[in-house]
């Protein structure tokens, strides 16, 4: 069984001859010379490295443990598209109803209905609220190296 290197290399004196035989013109037989021994070699050279083109980049996910560092960014962050989401929905919220809506009885209903559904939205949206904030500021004040012992 041959390598890839040989087969490779036995294909290219193939075509080499075959090109020699077949164009009459000197510039393009030098031309295409270059251009298959540029094109091989480099064939050649990623063969040699196929090995490690296989190999996964990263961990895989059930055997990575999550860390400190990395899960406060990523709940940082979900809870400011959560926040940002609620304002963007109260905003467009208020864009379609207007004052307006304060006067109508259905909208009192709807409140009196889902008083139990807006308590327990509220609170997350406190919770999140409260996180996002006290986050924000212990990452400023880890960027400024506040609570860190200096090196002498």
């Known amino acids: 069984m041959m ?32 251009l298959l021994d540029y094109l091989y070699d480099d064939l050649i050279r990623r063969a040699n490295h196929s090995k490690n083109i296989l190999r996964p980049l990263s961990p895989h996910l059930p055997i990575y443990k999550p860390q400190l560092t990395s899960t406060f960014p990523i709940s940082h962050r979900i809870s400011g598209a959560f926040l940002a989401t609620i304002v963007l929905f109260f905003y467009l919220l208020c864009l379609k109803i207007g004052l307006i809506c304060f006067t109508y009885t259905n909208f009192y209903q709807f409140f009196f209905y889902s008083s139990k559904l ?34 002498k």
């Open 3 to 34: 390598c890839i290197k040989e087969e490779l290399l036995n294909e290219k004196k193939n075509i080499k001859r075959t090109a020699i035989n077949t164009i009459k013109n000197e510039e393009k037989k030098e031309f295409l010379n270059k």
């Open 118 to 151: 807006l308590l327990i939205s509220v609170e997350i949206a406190a919770l999140a609220l409260s996180y996002h904030l006290y986050n924000g500021v212990r990452h400023l004040l880890t960027d400024f190296s506040f609570g860190r012992k200096r090196l």
